[in-house]
Every structure is written in C-alpha cells, then in structure tokens.
C-alpha cells in the first residue's frame, strides 16, 4: 500500500503523529463517555489518493459505537453536509496484534477471523482538507454498517470480488480491486502499526473496515443505496437530509 511518492515529498511524520494523537484522544474520550470500541478504518487507500495527499501509506481512523447503523436503515445528514458514500471489505481480527514489523504475513493472515461487506458514509464538508484536520476530524466520518460474517471461505482474494453500488436502482459504480492491496494482510499491518506508534495495540475483536473499493459515490437526500460484494453479501442504506 505504499506510494511511489518520492519521499522527499511525504507528509511528515511529526504531522501525522500529531494528528493521530488527537483523533485518539477523542477516541479514549468517547469510550469513558460509554461509547464501545468496533474497530478502524482506512483512508485514502488508494495509491492515487495517497500521491494527490502526499501520504506514504493509508491512514486509519477508528470506529465505536456511537456510529453504527443496520443494514435497511435510514441516515439522516447534517443540512449542508456533502455525503460520500464508499463500499468497504471488513476485516474481523480474531487475535491482537501488536506490531506487524514483528510478525510475519502468516501471523498477520492467521489474526484474520473472517470478513463482511460494509458501507460507510463520511461528510467531505465536515473539515478543512489539510492532512493534520483530516486525521484529527476522524477522516470525515459520519456512519458505518457492517455485514453479517463470513468464515469459509477459502484463500480469499480481494481480486476476486464481484461488486457494485446501486443508488435508486441504478447501478453507479463497479468494484475495482485494484483499489486494496493484493495481500489483504497489508491492511492490517497499517493499522496495527498506526496504533502501535500511539501506544496502541490492534486488538481481538476489532473490525477494519478497509476503504473504498469503488469510486466513491456522492448520494444525496432520498436516495436509496444497495451495495454488493460478492462473494460476502449485499447492505443497503437510505439517505436523509
């Protein structure tokens, strides 16, 4: 998931810490408010994306459980708000891991429990879009939904699924697998470093929630969305503002 930015034209590591630091204190914040921890999620993961922000690698936002949703619901966003809305591999980790340096692609692979299908929608009129406002903002986050889990199959591959984004009954983008990484074990190891340069720790039980795999797709009020990947399922999402 690197960049074939030069590095000379990185975003520093000073700023991305920086940034990071306090996205994670309101993380902390909202869990001692009693929100419960869910897991991550990837931003900007496509390497073109990355180039455009001058970022070496995806950076990771976090999601609890102040802003999940079901499958069939109906989101209700802010009146001036420009709502995206991005079809995501799920990433369940069933062991923590701590620093992916250390731990080899098998260890990384074997912390995998299984996988789902989940949307997420973020506000791109929520922050400024300097990387420093982007990471303390959450990465736009609005609301996310997780599918139901899926544990047979056998040696998936990104490069296999078959998906889509239908808005009101219109197919609007196709999925692009080219977006992730070929070894799904590569997200996991971006996130599982990102935290572990905070004092964090990836930990069993979290869901990563992996970036788009399509285009994403700007849906407006009364939209009806369907997401399809296949072979991991179908959510669906309706828009209010």
Same mark, same amino acid.
């Given at each position: 998931?690197?960049?074939?930015?030069?590095?000379?034209?990185?975003?520093?590591? &000073?700023?991305?810490?920086? #940034?990071?630091?306090? =996205?994670?204190?309101?993380?902390?914040?909202?869990?001692?408010?009693?929100?419960?921890?869910?897991?991550?999620? &990837?931003?900007?993961?496509?390497?073109?994306? /990355?180039?455009?922000?001058?970022?070496?690698?995806?950076?990771?936002?976090?999601?609890?459980?102040? +802003?999940?949703?079901?499958?069939?619901?109906?989101?209700?966003?802010?009146?001036?708000?420009?709502?995206?809305?991005?079809? !995501?591999?799920?990433?369940?980790? #069933?062991?923590? *891991?701590?620093?992916? $340096?250390?731990?080899?692609?098998?260890?990384?692979?074997?912390?995998?429990? #299984?996988?789902?299908?989940?949307?997420?929608?973020?506000?791109?009129?929520?922050?400024?879009?300097?990387?420093?406002? &982007? %990471?303390?903002?959450?990465?736009?986050?609005?609301?996310?939904?997780?599918? !139901?889990?899926?544990?047979?199959?056998?040696?998936?591959?990104?490069?296999?699924? %078959?998906?889509?984004?239908?808005?009101?009954?219109?197919? *609007?983008?196709?999925?692009?697998?080219?977006?992730?990484?070929?070894?799904?074990?590569?997200?996991?190891?971006?996130?599982?470093?990102?935290? $572990?340069? =905070?004092?964090?720790?990836? =930990?069993?039980?979290?869901?990563?929630? +992996?970036?788009?795999?399509? /285009?994403?797709?700007?849906?407006?009020? #009364?939209? /009806?969305?369907?997401?399809?990947?296949?072979?991991?399922?179908?959510?669906?999402?309706? &828009?209010?503002?």
């Amino acid at each position: 998931m690197k960049s074939s930015t030069m590095q000379q034209d990185f975003v520093e590591d &000073i700023v991305l810490m920086q #940034g990071m630091q306090v =996205q994670l204190d309101k993380w902390q914040c909202l869990l001692e408010s009693g929100h419960k921890r869910v897991g991550w999620k &990837i931003g900007f993961n496509a390497m073109a994306d /990355q180039e455009r922000m001058k970022l070496p690698s995806p950076i990771v936002g976090f999601l609890t459980s102040e +802003s999940v949703l079901d499958s069939g619901s109906t989101y209700k966003g802010k009146k001036h708000a420009k709502l995206m809305l991005e079809a !995501e591999v799920a990433i369940l980790i #069933g062991k923590d *891991v701590s620093v992916s $340096a250390s731990a080899g692609k098998a260890q990384l692979l074997a912390a995998i429990e #299984g996988f789902a299908p989940a949307i997420e929608v973020v506000d791109v009129a929520r922050s400024s879009h300097d990387i420093t406002s &982007i %990471l303390e903002d959450n990465i736009f986050h609005e609301t996310f939904i997780l599918g !139901e889990l899926v544990k047979d199959i056998a040696e998936f591959k990104v490069k296999d699924i %078959l998906g889509n984004v239908s808005v009101n009954n219109q197919v *609007v983008q196709t999925a692009d697998p080219s977006r992730y990484p070929d070894d799904i074990s590569e997200v996991v190891s971006v996130v599982a470093d990102t935290l $572990a340069k =905070q004092g964090k720790c990836l =930990q069993a039980g979290d869901w990563i929630i +992996s970036g788009s795999i399509t /285009q994403p797709v700007e849906v407006f009020s #009364g939209d /009806q969305v369907e997401v399809a990947l296949l072979p991991l399922g179908s959510l669906s999402l309706n &828009i209010d503002k």
